[in-house]
């Protein structure tokens, strides 16, 4: 399959023994410099996407096309694997089901299928989770849909470490035997705070684990791969940088600054690399006649 080398080079770094640090990836160009430096994953977070794709918080509102077709843009730019923030499928779990075709059509390696209730439920604050078993069943679900058995399909559960009681914890470890035993690849975490939780967690599964961001204690290389965790991600720093160089761009521009004096900006030798310019040029030559 088209996608097949991309699927498995995830898959190894989950059967590997380091944990790496994906770049946060969320457009045809940041896919580009991402692999042009040599990164050996990209994570396309779902609130990276709706920033992207729609400039709102991460709220939920960014649909499944959307997410796909964005997916099916990087794919076509660049063969970096890519995980993907699939949120809670889009719905139940025969939503689920759909979105897995529609990521795995679109060239993502993998995607990480959550058991928060999403959208937000009326008059509640607090993220709340869907019961264990509808859990289960949208892992179940995810499984049967991919008809790429490369395809990598992360179980994450969002209960998190930092909660009122021990019991919050419990159910936490619970969820992820729970997902384990469907047969999910590797599971996901966030929220975890402490390495006696990671510890935990580690002594109750046998899968590779990736954590959302550890800090603190948890920002140790060596400790977390003692612990299988084999992707430890890093946020999405880079689309708040390209934020803000493009407001101070479109500021200086909008109080009069010639563009010739702009600071900051791509060379024409980046901007070049990074359009593959040296390749667009051999195939207008061979395909047009130009530059002959």
Not at 69 to 75: K, P, Y
């Amino acid at each position: 399959m088209a996608f097949r080398k991309r699927r498995e080079a995830l898959r190894s770094i989950l059967s590997g023994s380091a944990c790496i640090r994906p770049g946060s990836v969320y457009d045809a160009t940041s896919i580009r410099i991402a692999e042009d430096l040599g990164f050996e994953l990209g994570m396309f977070g779902g609130s990276v996407a709706s920033l992207a794709v729609l400039g709102d918080p991460d709220i939920t509102l960014i649909t499944l096309t959307e997410l796909a077709e964005q997916m099916r843009r990087m794919s076509r730019a660049s063969a970096l694997p890519v995980l993907v923030d699939a949120d809670h499928g889009y719905g139940n779990a025969l939503n689920v089901r759909r979105t897995v075709q529609e990521l795995e059509a679109a060239g993502a390696a993998g995607m990480t299928i959550e058991d928060t209730w999403l959208p937000q439920a009326y008059g509640v604050a607090e993220p709340q989770l869907i019961p264990i078993a509808e859990g289960i069943g949208k892992m179940k679900a995810a499984l049967d849909a991919r008809s790429d058995p490369a395809l990598v399909i992360m179980g994450r559960t969002g209960t998190r470490g930092g909660g009122p009681s021990a019991t919050h914890f419990d159910d936490c470890v619970a969820r992820a035997r729970a997902y384990e035993a469907v047969g999910v690849d590797a599971l996901f975490f966030t929220g975890l705070t402490t390495r006696r939780q990671v510890e935990t967690i580690a002594a109750a599964t046998t899968l590779p684990i990736v954590l959302g961001n550890p800090q603190g204690e948890l920002d140790d290389t060596a400790f977390l791969i003692s612990q299988r965790v084999r992707i430890a991600l890093q946020g999405h720093a880079p689309f708040a940088a390209a934020t803000q160089a493009v407001y101070e761009t479109l500021k200086a521009l909008r109080e009069g600054q010639s563009p010739k004096a702009l600071k900051g900006l791509a060379s024409p030798e980046l901007t070049g690399r990074v359009t593959r310019e040296a390749d667009v040029k051999a195939r207008s030559a061979e395909f047009l006649g130009l530059g002959k």
